[in-house]
């Protein structure tokens, strides 16, 4: 887009500059010459407002910069004045320097970064349990950046709280020096399901199909304390 934008350009055609720009992508501008000045400290010398939040490339991006060199008016008084969205706070009062709305996302937006072309699969981990999450994919090229954001369905989804998975490392030997006992070791789950392990329960049966098991319930610190001590146990089988 080689020509100036005019002073008193709409939004949708500040929309369409931003947009033609390979590392902005989707935009949304909402012109709002009707703002409290004394929030964004013009001091009545405002003649338009526009806000514009980043689309399909969000999160904790720099603000926009404009040339001055290209800024020109018949009284050659004008100046743009660009307030980022920063969540930072005023500590006197508690409320947000910018009044830029929404703002930086949240602590736990993420992204993916850039994937190769040949990705169409992506396993996001590190995620809370019992907490919903909104996906929305992009596609990019070099000509003209970002495409609008397509959201899945559905489009969030929230880790279930569950039971945890198999306990780790789980082996038998034995017990040197005793010939009454085995020792089985075991190292906690990958995952406790999102919520911490309370207990282990082992079992001892001299059938593989343990028909009549013998039961012992050990708490996380008991099993600690054990392998501190190296107490023995008949372990068999641990859940």
């Keep these: 887009m080689d020509q100036l934008v005019p002073i008193h350009a709409s939004a949708a055609y500040i929309k369409n500059a931003l947009e033609q720009l390979s590392t902005v992508g989707e935009v949304d501008v909402v012109q709002n010459d009707s703002v409290d000045q004394s929030l964004v400290g013009t001091d009545g010398d405002l003649v338009h407002h526009y806000e514009v939040q980043f689309m399909s490339n969000p999160g904790n991006i720099e603000a926009i910069v404009v040339e001055t060199s290209h800024l020109a008016s018949s009284d050659d008084d004008v100046s743009v004045v660009v ?18 709305i929404p703002g930086e996302l949240p602590v736990h937006y993420g992204s993916s970064g850039i994937l190769l072309p040949a990705v169409d699969t992506f396993q ?104 501190n001590e190296k107490s023995r146990h008949r372990l068999m089988e641990v859940e």
């Design 124 to 227: 996001i981990t590190g995620l809370i349990t019992g907490t919903g999450y909104f996906v929305a994919v992009s596609a990019r090229n070099s000509a003209h950046g970002l495409s609008k954001r397509m959201l899945p369905l559905p489009s969030s989804i929230t880790p279930p709280l569950q039971a945890p998975e198999i306990p780790q490392h789980v082996s038998l030997d034995v017990n040197n020096g005793y010939s009454d006992s085995l020792i089985a070791n075991f190292d906690a789950p990958e995952s406790t399901g999102g919520s911490d392990i309370l207990f282990y329960r082992v079992k001892l049966d001299p059938t593989p199909s343990f028909d009549s098991p013998i039961l012992q319930v050990l708490t996380a610190l008991q099993v600690i304390n054990a392998l």
């Design 83 to 100: 307030f980022d969205g920063s969540n930072a706070k005023d500590n006197l009062n508690n409320m947000k320097n910018s009044g830029a």
